[in-house]
């Protein structure tokens, strides 16, 4: 299930990927305070990270925010302002959770 697409901008390197106004946020609706969520990183080509990485969910101002194991995610990959990123939840490989990836060229 899409919980969000959303493409890349300087602030989502800065102050954390936030989550886009028209997200799905039906599988996160119990969240209080911060939570970890396990997750698969694939890019569009189906090349995945070796091991699943935890991102940290939080609330900021109103807005759900991934900090902690996001900026972790975007250096990995190589992350640039431009590139989409799409959050699914998806029970595969031990995970709760899988970001897709697609950079441009």
Same mark, same amino acid.
């Given at each position: ?11 989502? =390197? ?7 106004? #028209?997200? !799905?946020?039906?599988?996160?609706? !119990?969240? +209080?305070?911060?939570?970890?969520? &396990? /997750?698969? %990183?694939? &890019? $569009? @080509?189906?090349? #995945?990270?070796? *091991? ?5 969910? &939080?609330?900021?101002?109103? &807005?759900?925010? =991934? ?6 995610? $975007? #250096? ?7 590139? /989409? %990123?799409?959050?699914? +939840? *998806? %029970? !595969?490989?031990? @995970? +709760? =959770?899988?970001?897709?990836? #697609? /950079?441009?060229?």
């Amino acid at each position: 299930m899409e919980i969000f697409t959303k493409q890349l901008t300087p602030v989502d =390197f800065g102050s954390g990927l936030m989550l886009p106004p #028209r997200s !799905n946020l039906k599988p996160l609706q !119990n969240l +209080q305070g911060t939570i970890e969520l &396990s /997750t698969i %990183v694939e &890019s $569009a @080509a189906g090349t #995945r990270l070796p *091991e699943p990485v935890t991102i940290q969910c &939080s609330t900021t101002r109103g &807005s759900l925010v =991934f900090k902690r194991g996001w900026y972790d995610i $975007a #250096r990995e990959v190589g992350l640039k302002s431009g590139d /989409t %990123v799409t959050f699914y +939840q *998806e %029970v !595969n490989g031990g @995970a +709760q =959770f899988k970001l897709k990836v #697609r /950079t441009v060229s």
